[in-house]
């Protein structure tokens, strides 16, 4: 069965300061890799996905994250962060159930933002 | 409206109540999901519902009862619930029929509060 670890549950950084937000897998075949982000009291909202293809993906809000095989990992990047950043960021493998996907994700990472 | 809706945003109930949580989405999407998102646990994905069938079902107590009366709609009755049953119950929605893991779109959640 697929996992999905994040090693991390809170990170805090200065705003302007770079960013990376670690995820792992297990999954057996090729993944399908997703990255969400949550804010207060929010739903989930898309930031990137991984399907195939370049190993970079790009994000909304200056988002990007890397897929390495080797590694099964998938970590998130941003070159500086913004106070809005400030949320929790989960990570996900996604699986097909019949015609729907199957989303497993991790426990999340909570991101704190100082000025 | 655009998106994944939920209604209500915040429910608060008694053990001995029944209420019904409400999704739509306005996408012309295919699947539908229920998850339940409890504190420091990862999202737990509770059904799939993919052309109005249910698909998946992962081994919700019978407390929770899903409806999918049609694509754009889902929901969630509930009844007899226990304290451990609050959280926060998030819809989401996929394109489906893909045959492929894809993206999942999510609303912003009915936190539930049982007393």
């Known amino acids: 069965a697929q996992s999905v670890t994040q090693p991390d549950i809170h990170i805090t950084v200065s705003e302007g300061a770079s960013l990376e937000l670690r995820c792992n897998y297990s999954y057996g075949a090729t993944p399908y890799l997703f990255w969400y982000v949550q804010s207060p009291g929010q739903g989930l909202q898309l930031l990137l996905k991984?399907?195939?293809?370049?190993?970079l993906v790009q994000g909304i809000k200056g988002f990007e994250a890397e897929f390495k095989r080797s590694q099964s990992s998938f970590n998130l990047r941003k070159p500086s962060v913004h106070w809005s950043d400030a949320a929790e960021y989960f990570c996900a493998v996604g699986t097909l159930s019949g015609t729907a996907s199957k989303l497993t994700f991790g426990t999340g990472t909570r991101l704190q933002v100082t000025l | 409206e655009t998106g994944v809706t939920q209604t209500p945003r915040h429910l608060v109930m008694g053990m001995t109540n029944k209420k019904s949580l409400k999704c739509e989405q306005h996408?012309?999407?295919?699947?539908m999901y229920w998850y339940k998102q409890s504190a420091k646990k990862p999202l737990e994905l509770m059904f799939v519902?993919?052309?109005?069938?249910?698909?998946e079902n992962n081994s919700v107590p019978s407390r929770f009862s899903p409806e999918c009366p049609n694509s754009s709609h889902l929901f969630l009755h509930l009844h007899t619930l226990q304290p451990e049953d609050s959280a926060l119950y998030l819809c989401?929605?996929?394109?489906?029929?893909?045959?492929?893991?894809?993206?999942?779109?999510f609303g912003p959640g009915t936190r539930l509060l049982v007393l």
């Open positions: 989401a929605s996929s394109r489906g029929l893909a045959g492929d893991a894809e993206t999942q779109y």
């Open positions: 991984y399907f195939s293809g370049d190993t």
């Open positions: 519902y993919s052309l109005e069938e249910r698909v």
């Open positions: 996408l012309g999407h295919n699947a």
